[in-house]
């Protein structure tokens, strides 16, 4: 068996063979007009945010972290449920977020960069610039009953990283949190989206108890959950599509050997 066949096998878990719970995946939440404001698709208006959590409500669904979602479906207590995550973690988390999620009695993931707190996206050429989240502010999210995760130290792909940065960036990260909050993070979140076998295992090594990716194809488990990505442009109609292709998808996997 070649070395990249052991790696592929090291990150097959019992919940890859199991469904993988329904995870929505936001960023910002800000007020634009134009799309040009917006162009990698990672902003939603408050408005939006509110009618679809909404939606949740009124299809008596209620929006948590993913470690909470995680542990409630271990526990047999799943049933409507939906994990909600923020990227990246902007300062308008809790301007604009939160606000709404005390409103509708949803808690979420906040997914952080502890290697650029207080400044910007700069990884996102065609901008526009968002302040990040100081160490502060993190800690206000997290005494506000937010879960905190990792998104790395400096919001690189870490399918290219050597292995010291990859270290760096999975272990630091985890540690400096730790500090900022006295509490380990249990999750992660691969920047980009991007993993590999090399990186799942690597993570689950540097002790987090799940990670989020987006589509992780093969690598889907615990340590690479699907999310599926909320728009702007996700009005209830299109949020129903969204979940019934994800139980469709679910299903699928439940069948197919």
Request: aromatic share 6%; hydrophobic share 40%; net charge positive.
């Amino acid at each position: 068996m070649s070395a990249d066949t052991d790696t592929a096998a090291a990150v097959t878990d019992p919940a890859r063979r199991g469904t993988s719970p329904w995870v929505l995946m936001y960023h910002s939440v800000a007020e634009f007009t134009d799309p040009a404001e917006d162009p990698y698709g990672i902003t939603v208006t408050p408005a939006a945010l509110e009618t679809q959590l909404m939606w949740l409500r009124a299809r008596k669904l209620r929006g948590v972290g993913v470690g909470e979602l995680l542990r409630a479906r271990a526990a047999g207590r799943g049933r409507g449920l939906v994990g909600l995550t923020f990227d990246d973690g902007y300062t308008d988390f809790l301007t604009r977020a939160l606000p709404l999620l005390r409103r509708y009695d949803c808690t979420a993931t906040l997914f952080v960069l502890p290697g650029r707190l207080g400044v910007d996206n700069v990884w996102d050429p065609l901008g526009p610039r968002k302040p990040l989240l100081t160490a502060e502010q993190i800690r206000e999210a997290a005494a506000a009953g937010q879960e905190i995760g990792s998104h790395g130290l400096l919001h690189q792909d870490l399918t290219a990283a050597p292995d010291d940065v990859l270290q760096q960036e999975l272990r630091g990260s985890r540690d400096l949190l730790r500090e900022l909050t006295g509490t380990l993070p249990e999750g992660f979140c691969y920047p980009y989206g991007h993993l590999d076998a090399r990186v799942v295992v690597a993570t689950r090594a540097a002790g987090y108890d799940y990670a989020c990716a987006i589509s992780p194809g093969r690598l889907e488990g615990r340590h690479a959950l699907p999310r599926t990505h909320v728009s702007q442009a996700d009005g209830p109609a299109r949020l129903r599509v969204k979940q019934l292709r994800h139980q469709a998808r679910e299903l699928r996997r439940r069948v197919l050997p």
